[in-house]
């Protein structure tokens, strides 16, 4: 029988993976997707941030998140290393999603099999050929031989997704960077009080700190909570029998807010715990294979963005392989790019966490706190200068000051190209494929080597274009808008600014 190549395995049914899935088959490909059942698995109840809306957008999912009826979360509320409460209200009223994360994982699953996805929910994959031009030198192929109730089973596919979480299937194959000094375990158990909870704030998010660990709750209806602790395994007796449960209550018992709220409360179910300890990956992916979502790293909980992080990944994912798909002499950029941002991505996420947790080290004074507050492996940003392409920093700048006076004065402008005016072509993500766009590239300025395009929304080449086509700002101001979407005053002045200062233009 004649095997059938798949363009796209993916590895993995979590958000990350069905994200990707539905991408890459609405894009046209054959995509075939493996996971392990949902059944006889647990699973936590999760928060996710309004700023999850945008990606939901661009998968073409909001109306089915919208009709699924999960609980509309409107912010947090926190004890936070002292017990006051602090409540945070999410911006401008918008609402998060407070998600059992079995509904939402078979809802993504749904919407990714209606996208024409091909879906295998019963497989337990077991060993991955990483595509090789072995098979046929023109069109890489690799192998994932899995386990279904009818035995075991192979695929192939000219590209390989793993989405496998924490298991990383691909991942642990060398990829991983493990952060041993900070292994945390999450402990979990469901509670149930049927009058609802004496809370000002129903649907909010509850996070408290305490001693030598943090505790925080999320509520799935009215009357139904999820309940879990962090703590350091090391730190605890969950090696012996039945520790789980007690290990639970004294961590219970290290709380003010949430005991109290707990007090009267019905524990539905019992708990049981997960690990949470954090990794990241030396690469993210080669060619023919991305680690995604989980797979690539593993964010502190504490920042709620671990989903929005695996629907991140995946649009990229998808972006990255159906580029390579479909235009070979691109794949090579769009694998750089993969590979910048999951780092990027890994690195501020993990610098905003040990943010939070340098607060609360100084109230509480353990290792379990002050072990977490600087992000293993990520270069620290304190203390460096804003970047040079950042609006704030250029705009005190002296000689993007002493240009603007210029542009301020002059009754007429002549600009004309200056000595530092290069522009070179760079990749760039639009939202289904890298391409090569156009982009400054000034010797010394920004400091990366992506060049650069956009300068708070302004198109610095088109600029660059139309400048010494005019004599008077308003003009060039005015055409730019036309030709370009519209920018404001303040911004198009400063980005010329910008431009004179660092010797792209020069005024005669
Ligand atoms: C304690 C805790 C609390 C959290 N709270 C939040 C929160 O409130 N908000 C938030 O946004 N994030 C939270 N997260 C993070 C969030 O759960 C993850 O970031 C998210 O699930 C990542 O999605 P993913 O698709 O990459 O991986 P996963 O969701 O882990 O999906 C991986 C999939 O791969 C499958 N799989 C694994 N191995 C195999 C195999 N061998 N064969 C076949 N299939 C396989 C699994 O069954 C699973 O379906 C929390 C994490 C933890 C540990």
Redesign the pocket.
Known sequence: MAKFLYDVLI????????AAARLLASWGHSVQL???P?KG?RF?G????PSCQKLFDLLGISEALGQAGFLASAGNTIWWGDHRTRTAHFADATKGWQVE?RDF?RLLLKLAAQAGSQLQTE????RVELPTTDTSPLQPEGTVH?LTKSGPQSSHARFILD?????G?IARRGFRNYENSRTTV?L?AVWEQPNGWPLESQTH?LVESYGDGWA?S?PVSKSRRYV?F?VDPQATKLDQRHAIMSCYNTELAKTTALRSLLNGALRVAEPWG???SLYSAHKYGVPGVLL????AS??D?LS???????LA??WLAAVVTHTSLTDSSLSTAALGIFNKREEQMHDALSRQSAQFFADAAKEHLHPFWTGRSAPDGVLPTHGTPNMPDDAEYLKRDPTVLAAFETIKRSREIHLSPGPCLQIKRYPAITTRRIVMEDRLSVPNWPPSEQGLRFLRDVDLVRLVELAPKHRQVPDLYETYNRHSPPVSLPDFLGALSVLLAKGVLECR
Do not use: H, N, Q
């Open positions: 590895i993995g049914g979590g958000p990350a993976g069905s493996l996971t392990k949902l698995r936590l999760e928060s996710l941030p994360r994982d497989a337990l994959v077991r899995f989405c496998s979480g924490r298991s299937i999450g979990t998010t925080w999320v879990t962090m997960c690990d949470a995604v979502g989980d797979a593993f964010i909980p709620s963005y671990g989903v929005k992080k695996a990944s995946a």
